[in-house]
Nanobody
Framework: QVQLVESGGGLVQAGGSLRLSCAAS????????IGWFRQAPGKEREFVAAVSRRGGSTDYADSVKGRFTISRDNAKNTAYLQMNSLKPEDTAVYYCAASTPVFTTAAYNYAYWGQGTQVTVSS
């Protein structure tokens, strides 16, 4: 069973950048697809990005395409979400999640979740 810990959130002005990290332990990281999701106050959790087990495939929500980049380093048991050109509507708690073996955008396929990291974008 894998444990996930997110870091890198914070307060940033619109147009700025942040890089989130998702550190994994307790499992074989390379056997999991990794997804990033977010939840804003009063809204449902939504898919942001996903990367396949070896990093060869990625997928993004339309709202972040061209601004966010998901990646992973299996040697470091860590996944990343580089967020550029941030907008106030990107404000949310960001969660990373692990899925095996499916590469998917659907939250219900992800069995393991981190505790989340807050991202706040000021206008």
């Amino acid at each position: 069973q894998v444990q996930l810990v997110e870091s890198g959130g914070g307060l940033v002005q619109a147009g700025g950048s942040l890089r989130l990290s998702c550190a994994a332990s307790g499992g074989t990281f390379s056997t999991y697809s990794i997804g990033w999701f977010r939840q804003a106050p009063g809204k449902e959790r939504e898919f942001v990005a996903a990367v396949s087990r070896r990093g060869g495939s990625t997928d993004y929500a339309d709202s972040v395409k061209g601004r966010f980049t998901i990646s992973r380093d299996n040697a470091k048991n860590t996944a990343y979400l580089q967020m550029n050109s941030l907008k106030p509507e990107d404000t949310a708690v960001y969660y990373c999640a692990a899925s095996t073996p499916v590469f998917t955008t659907a939250a219900y396929n992800y069995a393991y979740w981190g505790q989340g990291t807050q991202v706040t974008v000021s206008s």
